[in-house]
Structure formats: C-alpha cells, structure tokens
C-alpha cells in the first residue's frame, strides 16, 4: 500500500456538496430520488501553486465539483460504495497530479426509524493502489 506520508501532504477539500440522484436498491429509491451529500479530499503537491498564484498550477475546485456532480446525477447505482468508488477513479483519470482521493457520500433522507443527520459511505483510494497503468 501507498505510504501513508501521502496523507499529510496538500490537499483540495470539497465539503457538503449536494445533488439529487436516483441510486439505491429500493425500487422507490431509483424512480424518486433523493438528495446526496459528498465530501471529497484531493491530494497533490500544491506547493507550486503556493508560488505562482496560478491556476494552472492547481486542479480547480470546479473541476472536481463537476466530476461528483456527473457521478451523483448520472446512471443510478444499487450502493454508495458504488458512487464513491466512481467519483474517485473519474478524479484520478482527470487529474493524474492527485495521488489519493477520499470521497465520503452520504443520504440524509432515509428510511429508518429513529433520527440520524445521514447514512453513508467513505472511501479512500490511492493512485498507486487503485489505478491500473
């Protein structure tokens, strides 16, 4: 496994993006929807950018943003797992400078008896691990 060093470095935080999407295993879950929320870290050396005060140094924010946004309001899938797992391969294949991803999705309108802020997934994928060449 990837050097867990890479989890210290820079990164690009995303938090509390919302979409509405159709994936879930329950019938009502595909043809309604619902409201997702997804939280993505992106690892890269961000020193250069630091320097330059150039974007094209970086990767933007609205890139990533569009990738999740892509995923969650594209085809449905059956499990978050599913969802987070595509935002974070489409992450690497856009951007090859990311060299880990952590992509946390989550549903705060379930169907469940008790209260909860929402039920989710998180995921973190290295480049090196989780991206054939």
Known sequence: MED?????GDKLILRGLK????????PEENKLGQKFLVD???WLDLRQAGISDCLSDTVSYTDIYRIVEEVVEGPA??????????????TFKKHPQISAVRVKVGKPHIAIRGSVDYLGVEILRYRSVDVRN
């Open 4 to 8: 867990v060093s890479v989890m210290r």
């Open 40 to 42: 993505v870290d992106a």
């Open 77 to 90: 899938q059956n499990l978050l797992e599913s969802v987070a797992q595509k935002i974070a391969l489409a």
């Open 19 to 26: 979409f509405h999407g159709y994936h879930g295993v329950k």
